[in-house]
C-alpha cells in the first residue's frame, strides 16, 4: 500500500470512529428507556415497620424509608431531600422527616413543613400483600 492509500485509510477510520462517538451517545440519549422493565420491587416483612417507627430500605438505587403511622398507615418515601439531596430521616419522637444537613422538616406524607426544601419527598408505590409490603 503506498503511503497516500494508507493515509486515506486511516484518516476514513479516524473519522469513522470520531462520528460512531458523536452519534452513539445521540442515539442513547434520544431512544426511550425501558426503564419499567428493569425496575424490581423491594418486599420487607410489616413486622419489621412497628406502629410509630420506620423503616430503611433501598428500592431500585433510591433509599426509601417506609413509615407506620398510626393513623395513616404505611409510607413510602425516598429519603433523598428535595433541596440538596442529603438523605432525611424519620423522628419518632416529632413524627416528623427532617433532613439533617440544612435542616428541612416534612410530614410523614412528605410534605414540606419548614426548611430551604422545594418540594415534597417523592412518594414511593407501596402495596400491602398479607404480612409483607412490597414497595417499588
Ligand atoms: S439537603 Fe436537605 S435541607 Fe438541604
Not at 68 to 80: D, M, T
Not at 87 to 107: E, K, M, Q, W
Amino acid at each position: 500500500m503506498e503511503r497516500r492509500g494508507f493515509l486515506k485509510s486511516l484518516f476514513s477510520v479516524l473519522s469513522l470512529t470520531a462520528l460512531a462517538s458523536f452519534i452513539y451517545p445521540l442515539f442513547k440519549f434520544l431512544s426511550p428507556r425501558a426503564v419499567s422493565a428493569r425496575l424490581k420491587k423491594v418486599t420487607i416483612a410489616r413486622k419489621d415497620v412497628p406502629a410509630g417507627g420506620a423503616f430503611k430500605v433501598n428500592v431500585n438505587d433510591t433509599p426509601v424509608i417506609v413509615i407506620h403511622h398510626p393513623n395513616k398507615g404505611y409510607i413510602a418515601l425516598s429519603r433523598v431531600c428535595t433541596h440538596l439531596g442529603c438523605l432525611v430521616d424519620y423522628d419518632s419522637a416529632t413524627g416528623r422527616i427532617i433532613c439533617p444537613c440544612h435542616g428541612a422538616n416534612f410530614t410523614v406524607e412528605g410534605k414540606v413543613i419548614s426548611g430551604p426544601a422545594p418540594r415534597p419527598l417523592k412518594k414511593m408505590p407501596l402495596l400491602l400483600k398479607g404480612d409483607s409490603i412490597l414497595i417499588g
